[in-house]
């Protein structure tokens, strides 16, 4: 099971991190990614991090503005997300997989709930 959370209200250029905490799975296994979600679209990759390792994997709109880590001591996978804009504005998701970085949703079959993150301009 995936819990994620730190989703809010921010304004242009703000910061929020959100996280994504596992139970019931082996998480230092797992490679952890975060989708987003507008209204009416499907789910795109935002980013994701390996097991066991430091490879980290970014759509191009993240790479400079999102960063993100984990710590499998406390089962969590974070999202840094810095120099918001009003188009960030969508439904976060994570999303695990046992073998790779996740990168396409119909490909994924552990996802958390979303958490709402709004951008005002």
């Known amino acids: 099971q995936l819990q994620a959370s730190g989703g809010g209200l921010v304004h242009t250029e703000g910061s929020l991190r959100l996280s994504c905490v596992a139970s019931g799975l082996w998480f230092t296994r797992y490679a952890i990614s975060w989708f987003r979600q507008f209204p009416g679209k499907g789910r795109e990759f935002v980013a994701g991090i390996g097991s066991g390792t430091s490879q980290t994997h970014y759509a191009d709109f993240a790479k400079g503005r999102f960063t993100v880590s984990r710590d499998d001591a406390k089962n969590t996978v974070y999202l840094q997300m810095s120099a918001l804009k009003p188009e960030d504005t969508a439904v976060y998701y994570c999303?695990?997989?046992?073998?790779?970085?996740?990168?396409?949703?119909?490909?994924?079959?552990?996802w958390g709930q979303g958490t709402q993150v709004t951008v005002s301009s």
């Open positions: 999303a695990a997989d046992r073998w790779t970085i996740p990168t396409i949703q119909h490909e994924v079959n552990l």
